[in-house]
Antibody, heavy 120, light 107 residues
Framework: QVQLVQSGAEVKKPGASVKVSCKASGYTFSTYTIHWVRQAPGQRLEWMGWINAGDGVTQYSQKFQDRVTITRDTSASTAYMQLSGLRSGDTAVYYC?????????????WGQGTLVTVSS | DIKMTQSPSSLSASVGDRVTITCRASQGISTYLNWYQQKPGKAPKLLIYATSNLHTGVPSRFSGSGSGADFALTINSLQPEDFATYYCQQSSTTAWTFGQGTKVEIK
């Protein structure tokens, strides 16, 4: 069965960076695109970007363009999201999600979420 | 980026009620519109994709409609497990965006 398992909670100081991992299983990792979505406490879901796990092509939200880097390791079936220049407003649960559907893309499987807390 | 606006932001309803949530895009997105359900502390779950297609395993009391910029999610005969927050999401462009969510609470 398809699973996306994320790394554990992180506590970071302002200005630091965080790298969250998302390990995929139950399907051929390189044939799908992985997205990252975050949710601040009590807030809406916020799309951050995606990576084509096959060719490594990425696209980022304009909001995070300068601070986010999404990578993947196909040998480990794992995608990574690194966010730099952390500030208190980055405190959120970060999710990875698999995109399915060649024409009408949607997220069919999600990771369990990783809480990142930014605090001095 | 395309802005998605849902209404209402929250609503109270009773078990058995019919509930409709609307979603408006800031520009036309054809039928590239998905709906998700999220319960507290959990990841969202896909309900409907491409405006009106039910995801595998989703009960038939959920339905979606619309095109262009205006969309709706309808839940017929609301069940206790349906009390949650619902999000629309567009995949018309390579930069995907979500609505702000609609919380469905028990009256």
């Amino acid at each position: 069965q398809v699973q996306l398992v994320q790394s554990g909670a992180e506590v970071k100081k302002p200005g630091a960076s965080v790298k969250v991992s998302c390990k995929a299983s139950g399907y051929t990792f390189s044939t799908y695109t992985i997205h990252w979505v975050r949710q601040a406490p009590g807030q809406r879901l916020e799309w951050m970007g995606w990576i084509n796990a096959g060719d490594g092509v990425t696209q980022y939200s304009q909001k995070f363009q300068d601070r986010v880097t999404i990578t993947r390791d196909t040998s480990a079936s794992t995608a990574y999201m690194q966010l730099s220049g952390l500030r208190s407003g980055d405190t959120a649960v970060y999710y990875c999600a698999r995109e399915v559907g060649f024409t009408f893309g949607r997220f069919d499987f999600w990771g369990q979420g990783t809480l990142v807390t930014v605090s001095s | 980026d395309i802005k998605m606006t849902q209404s209402p932001s929250s609503l109270s309803a009773s078990v058995g009620d019919r509930v409709t949530i609307t979603c408006r895009a800031s520009q036309g997105i054809s039928t590239y519109l998905n709906w998700y359900q999220q319960k507290p502390g959990k990841a969202p779950k896909l309900l409907i994709y491409a405006t009106s297609n039910l995801h595998t395993g989703v009960p038939s009391r959920f339905s979606g409609s619309g095109s262009g910029a205006d969309f709706a999610l309808t839940i017929n005969s609301l069940q206790p497990e349906d009390f949650a927050t619902y999000y629309c999401q567009q995949s018309s462009t390579t930069a995907w965006t979500f609505g702000q969510g609609t919380k469905v609470e028990i009256k």
